[in-house]
């Protein structure tokens, strides 16, 4: 049996329910309740065809609408990938200026204005794995440093990665998680947010483990974190 452990000083969990003003946004949450992201994995994959690798479809829309149904103060999306040689796993969705087609745009606009019309917030997760791209989609992913991955727990493989060069980080990352963001805020998106966790991209350049770098984006916790220090126009 699980031991209980009591809890001396209660929190009144009303609170929960209150509305939640974002201070830079002024957007409003209905409540504290959020909807973690969780990659659907419903997007099709085929590098070969663009038209559909990648795009987002009904059944998106159809989940997402349920969730805010479910009375979710904030929902948030799954990975967004900001590069198609990068994703976290095939099936993840994708926006990129190569693969930005209005039939696309159309799909994300009906996911972000079904969960809306709940009065809850959708918010993006966008990301680029780095390394951490599965050896079928890339065998030489970029990253902060040429430190490989492992075969993980679950027996999936990776590649070799190659070091971004410092203006490679502005073309290849920087710039696109712009422009993702961008084609978001366009379709109704309330905000995104950074995946900079679970040994992804920004994560591989924040942690010391894999960022070796000597140059400005490497060494000191200030150089590692710069490139969240985005400026970039698309």
């Given at each position: ?85 990068h994703l976290e796993s095939p099936g993840n969705t994708i926006i ?139």
């Amino acid at each position: 049996m699980t031991k209980r452990i009591p809890v001396e000083n209660p929190v009144d969990p009303k609170i929960l329910g209150d509305s939640l003003i974002f201070p830079t946004s002024k957007k409003v949450a209905k409540n504290r309740f959020m909807k973690a992201p969780l990659s659907e994995n419903l997007a099709k994959w085929d590098p070969t065809n663009a038209e559909i690798s990648g795009a987002p479809s009904d059944l998106h829309v159809n989940l997402y609408e349920k969730w805010a149904a479910g009375g979710f103060g904030v929902v948030v999306t799954g990975n967004v990938l900001t590069d198609e040689m990068h994703l976290e796993s095939p099936g993840n969705t994708i926006i990129t200026k190569e693969l930005d087609f209005p039939q696309r745009r159309e799909i994300w606009k009906k996911i972000a204005s079904r969960a809306k019309q709940h009065g809850t917030l959708i918010i993006a997760q966008i990301s680029n794995a780095g390394r951490q791209t599965a050896l079928i989609v890339n065998p030489h992913p970029f990253s902060s440093s040429e430190v490989p991955l492992k075969r993980d727990a679950y027996g999936r493989e990776y590649g070799t990665p190659i070091a971004l060069t410092e203006e490679q980080i502005q073309t290849e990352i920087i710039q696109k998680f712009v422009y993702t963001s961008k084609v978001l805020f366009e379709c109704g998106f309330d905000g995104i947010e950074l995946h900079g966790a679970h040994g992804y991209l920004i994560a591989q350049f924040l942690s010391r483990t894999t960022n070796k770098r000597t140059d400005k984006y490497g060494g000191t916790p200030q150089n590692r974190a710069r490139i969240l220090n985005f400026n970039a126009k698309v």
